[in-house]
């Protein structure tokens, strides 16, 4: 049939199973939007306030459905804006596509309005990035940026289309979704289950690989075959069940000394699908030291990542569920494995070194209460997305996950601002599951225009405000290092937010005290309906354990006065 570029691209987007992109329309892009307005039956389009928030609520959806996110913007600053979540993707490994528009053929190269050379600007953070230049190509490009996207590691994929060939014309075919056929080194694997079976005190740490192959039944059948404890990086948090008597917490600078001392003891490292940034080795010198008396298994499906930051004793290249159940497979061949004085060592450092807070009056809101209470309330079956900074450590200490694909948050970039649009993205990829952000009140002000998207759409998203007046993660590095000189760090800002969040026509409630917790949270549940929950927290209220930079991850700081 014969259609034109703006067709073809909603087409072949249908062809990919998409069904839902967020974006924000532009001159670039009105014949795309003139498509997708024929076609409003078949595909969802989703306005938000911001193109980065567009791009960040593909993430979120992607993180939370498994599906690949899709985000449409339009040229120069349009397709700028997207840079930043096309960024945080990249580093956490996140499928989606991103489509920008540009300027007419003719006007390439000239300065014209509102141009830019997007595939230059994004070529270090996506995994490939294309411009069309032929109308006969747009389909088999954007079936391949699909293809791309979710192969091997994943990650995001630009596609920049000028606006005439969005105009264009030429004949299209649906075709069938070219299947991935992900493989491993099956002599590694076998090499690594001989090793597990012989450990005397395995130790396993699980990353973000786990959960974007859906590992997590894989991995909880690998620690209980081989009687080991797991830890989790941050990216990897939903891969075990958080209650599991095998989990540790995480491992690394906010990590559990529990996990250092595991890691530092053990024999055998099992790391499955996890690159060991510099946020869980924190030193990577004195991290090499700590672990030298254990052997390093490394799974991943990234060989650029062998040898990188910890040098592996043998490197398993494949997808991370695929190697975990072969080696399953193999060891559930053997006699039963028992470990009982190493996981009773485990137990006795657990008990010693528990995540704990000191409250300075009985009143005060610990962020500990704060989320074991709505974990209570919610019986764990929601969705968190997260800001970054102190509030996002918390959540990851605190908030006990029972379920794959339940939390969002950018690891690698680290982008304050994320957490909002990643939550619009879970909410409409999740229609029928409660999502939560855990917001600080500066990420917060990066973002609130969001709050109409909310209400646009009557998304029964909790915008959960940690209100501490500052910018707290810097503030404690200023306490710790920089002889408590708070440099621009004190917001000093008198936002009515319950205010704020009824002139964009969202619900609000406030919680002043920790005796107010409770019924506060189980009121904006109830709501189901778009709230803000503003929490009054202590500006001095730190995130412990802490690594200083440099420091061994065995060395945790575990006290601070304040």
Known sequence: MLLNGSQIIVETLIEQGVDTIFGYPGGAVLNIYDALYDASDRIRHILTSHEQHAGHAA?????????????????????????????????????????????????????????????????????????????????????????????????????????????????????????????????????????????????????????LSHGEEELKALAGLCDAPVSLSLMGLTAIDNTDDRYLGMLGMHGTKTSALAAANADVIVAVGTRFSDRVTCSTDSFAENIKGAKVIHIECDPKEFDKNVRADLR??????????????????????????????????????????????PEEITPKYLLETLAELTGRECIITTEVGQHQMWTAEYFPFKNPGTFATSGGLGTMGYGFGAAIGAQVGNPGKRVINMAGDGS???????????????????????????????????????????????????????MLAHSFGVEAVTIEKKSEVREKLQQALDMNKPVLVNCHIGMDVNVLPMVPAGASVTQPILEINR
């Open 444 to 498: 917060f002000y990066m973002n609130l225009a969001e709050l109409s998207t909310l209400a646009k759409y009557d998304l029964p998203v909790i915008e959960l405000i940690f209100n501490n007046t500052v910018l707290g993660m810097v503030r404690q590095w200023q306490k710790l290092f920089y002889k408590e000189h708070y440099s621009q760090t004190t917001l000093e800002k008198n936002t009515d937010f319950e």
């Open 59 to 211: 993430d979120g959806y992607s993180r939370t459905t498994g599906k690949t996110g899709v985000v449409l913007a339009t040229s120069g600053p349009g397709a700028t804006n997207l840079v930043t979540p096309i960024a945080t993707a990249y580093m956490d490994s996140i499928p989606m596509v991103a489509i920008t528009g540009n300027v007419g053929q003719s006007l390439l190269g000239l300065d014209s309005f509102q141009e830019i050379n997007i595939t230059g600007v994004t070529k270090p953070v996506t995994k490939a990035n294309f411009q069309v230049t032929d109308v006969t190509k747009l389909a088999d490009t954007i079936r391949e940026a699909f293809f791309i996207a979710n192969d091997g590691r994943k990650g995001p994929v630009l596609i920049d289309i000028p606006k005439d060939i969005t105009a264009a014309k030429c004949e299209f075919e649906h075709k069938p979704v070219k299947e991935h056929s992900p493989s491993f080194d099956e002599a590694a694997a076998l090499q690594a289950a001989e090793m597990i079976a012989a450990a005397k005190k395995p130790f396993i740490f699980a990353g973000g690989g786990v959960t």
């Open 316 to 361: 398993v290249f494949g997808d991370a569920r695929l190697v975990t159940a072969f080696i399953n497979e193999q060891l559930s061949k053997k006699q039963k494995i028992s470990h009982p004085e190493w996981m009773s060592q485990i137990s006795e450092w657990k008990a010693q070194y528990p995540l704990q807070e000191k409250e300075s009056h």
